[in-house]
């Protein structure tokens, strides 16, 4: 890998470096990993600290694992040991030196409010046909996943996809002053994050950082139908290409079908039919912005459709499950924000309009000081699209409720076991359930306690 090829010239010039066991082969080791428990016999432990945990706690257990050497940011006092002023900075360094010595390598950044990780995934499934890609792995999209996927980096690699994600400013900048994409997009801006970032505006200033490295020849991927973004579309000095369903862009979905399925992509007066594995209106965006970024990377439209069909969507999103007694169950656990909560019950309500509906939700995180007023938005945006019934998990998700249609039945929940009183799937019939929430509220394990 080419980590193995590139680290002693590094440290070699590392102003960062404080001491280096002498006796180390820099280059003889397997893979490097910052989790003493995965350690294989053979890798590099970097002890990474945090704001609740210290990595050199970890690497003696690194060493009985079988590590070859180790980088940390204090001196221990033993073999193997290299020291440097702060792991974190050394793995963003390093991170980007490797970019930097990688000439043939195109890189490609994704950020935005939602969709992130599909838009991600569908670019990896439509460039994987053509080229040799790496990509994070899950959402791995911080100051420390984006660094480690880098060091997964190959000479066979052609090109590298980098989900960035952030909650606080100026953390865009730093993953693009590391991997200087030259292909990037904002899929689209909506409140997520705003205990840090206090407004829109504020996020699409972050998110904007993206392409702050860009040049002339490099390739801005625009949502042309999300009002903050547009604007800019004729102030920035690169390549541009536009994406959108309800504005005149270059690449359109036309012809969407009502459960949100199919549709009819257009480019350069050249069309495709399209049908999802994944449905959504969020993966028909999706599907345009990385159809966007493959149409400027020289990927015919063809190949750009096959790509589409051929993703299976992402585990915990918007997952369909159909139960007997005509019974559905939306999987929606994965994260959950004001905007995706609102596409979620506008989506359900679309595609299942004969049904019942019912919607078992936990708190939105993250949110600061606009919480309160964007879960009461919520639970009346639930009672527009026809639930009937709301059940809420958690101290914020109460605010769902608040000032709440009276004709929705309301429901809360001390534990998610709890649900089991409410609803019982054998005496339900046509009935869909949307369950969602933000990551930390674990709403997937309320499916321990319905299918009970």
Do not use: W
Request: charge should be negative; glycine fraction near 6%; aromatic fraction near 10%.
């Amino acid at each position: 890998m080419l980590v193995n090829l590139l680290i002693e010239n590094f440290i070699d010039q590392y102003d960062g470096l404080v001491y280096r066991d002498p006796n180390i082969k820099l280059d003889s080791f397997n893979k490097i990993s910052t989790d003493s428990r995965t350690i294989n016999d053979g890798d590099l432990f970097i002890a990474l600290d945090g704001e609740n945990f210290s990595g050199d706690k970890f690497v003696e257990e690194a060493l009985e694992n079988g590590a070859e050497y180790f980088i940390t940011h204090s001196q221990i006092g033993c073999s193997k040991e290299i020291v440097v002023d702060s792991t974190l900075k050394f793995i963003q360094e390093f991170a980007a030196y490797i970019i930097k010595n990688f000439k043939k390598l195109k890189v490609f950044g994704i950020t935005g409010t939602n969709g992130k990780t599909s838009t991600k995934e569908i670019l990896n499934c439509i460039l994987s046909k053509r080229y040799k890609v790496l990509s994070n792995i899950g959402n791995l999209n911080n100051q420390i996943g984006v660094p480690l996927t880098i060091f997964r980096l190959e000479e066979s690699h052609e090109i590298l996809i980098l989900e960035m994600g952030t909650n606080s400013e100026g953390e865009i900048f730093n993953l693009a002053q590391i991997a200087r994409p030259s292909y990037a997009t904002i899929t689209n801006i909506g409140n997520g994050h705003t205990e840090k970032l206090i407004n829109k505006e504020s996020i699409l200033e972050e998110k904007s950082n993206i392409y702050h490295f860009f040049d002339s020849d490099s390739v801005f991927c625009f949502n042309f139908d999300d009002d903050l973004i547009r604007p800019r579309f004729n102030h920035l000095n690169s390549k541009k290409i536009s994406f959108g369903i309800t504005n005149d862009a270059e690449v359109m979905a036309r012809k969407i079908s009502s459960d949100f399925s199919s549709f009819s992509m257009c480019y350069d007066k050249k069309q495709v039919q399209i049908t999802l594995k994944a449905p959504g209106i969020n993966n028909i965006y999706n599907s345009l912005c990385s159809a966007s970024l493959a149409i400027e990377a020289g990927v015919d439209l063809e190949t750009v459709a096959a790509g589409i069909e051929s993703f299976e969507g992402i585990k915990n999103r918007f997952k369909i499950i159909e139960l007997k007694n005509k019974n559905v169950i939306i999987n929606d656990t994965y994260n959950a924000n004001p905007d995706s909560m609102q596409k979620a019950i506008e989506m359900t309500s679309k595609i299942f309009q004969s049904k019942k509906k019912i919607a078992i939700l936990g708190d939105m995180l993250e949110l600061g000081k606009i919480s309160e007023e964007e879960h009461i938005k919520i639970g009346n945006h639930l009672a527009i699209n026809g639930f009937s019934e709301l059940y809420s998990f958690g101290d914020k998700a109460e605010n769902y409720a608040k000032k709440i249609n009276k004709g929705v039945v309301y429901g809360k929940l001390k534990n998610h076991s709890e649900i089991k009183k409410y609803i019982n799937l054998d005496s339900t019939t046509n009935t869909v359930i949307l369950v969602k929430g933000s990551r930390g509220m674990r709403m997937e394990k309320i499916f321990d306690s319905l299918n009970n």
